[in-house]
């Protein structure tokens, strides 16, 4: 797992909150009821997703081509984490990448949603933890075990995520 700092401008940043703003009345908000069998295996999952599209998609891969892997096909998403959602835990396989950048101008672990991962090269039963800071992409491109633990049901915050997969293929929307 690649964490990295700071990898989208405050510009970008701000047109990102007005495009997530705008669009909370839309019907274009797909729920994760549909995502894969298995990724919602223990939680209660209510997470929102929303495909991004044209110049806003165009504005977050020019910032960030530098950090992810070369593929034939990107697909970006807004992701809201409500209370109780989360996701089990997988390896992305089917895809070249998968990434996330934290939105929230902060997030408090008793808010629950903490990203949780296996490194390979740890052939113990230890994982990482790891706290949404703002602005910080986390990347998996060696097919790490991760996992998203449920946002607490007293959470008085929703968890805003940008999710980057990169194929060579066609894309099921509702893979993760």
């Known amino acids: 797992m690649k964490i990295f700092n700071n990898v989208l401008t405050e510009n970008l940043l701000s047109d990102i909150r007005m495009d997530i703003s705008e669009a909370h009345d839309e019907e274009a908000w797909k729920s994760s009821f549909a995502w894969r069998y298995g990724l919602t295996t223990g939680f209660f999952s209510n997470c929102l997703s929303r495909t991004i599209e044209g110049e806003m998609k165009e504005k977050i891969l020019k910032e960030i081509k530098p950090l992810i892997p070369e593929c034939n096909v990107y697909y970006l998403q807004y992701y809201i984490w409500q209370q109780l959602s989360g996701i089990a835990v997988h390896d992305d396989e089917d895809k070249i990448f998968g990434a996330t950048i934290y939105l929230n101008e902060r997030w408090e672990p008793e808010n629950g949603g903490i990203?949780?991962?296996?490194?390979?090269?740890?052939?113990?039963?230890?994982?990482?933890?790891?706290?949404?800071e703002r602005n910080n992409m986390v990347l998996n491109d060696d097919h790490e075990l991760h996992m998203v633990t449920a946002v607490s049901p007293y959470s008085t915050d929703l968890r805003y995520t940008i999710q980057i997969w990169g194929q060579d293929k066609d894309y099921d929307e509702y893979e993760d």
């Open 115 to 132: 990203f949780l991962y296996k490194d390979k090269k740890n052939s113990g039963q230890e994982w990482n933890a790891l706290l949404p």
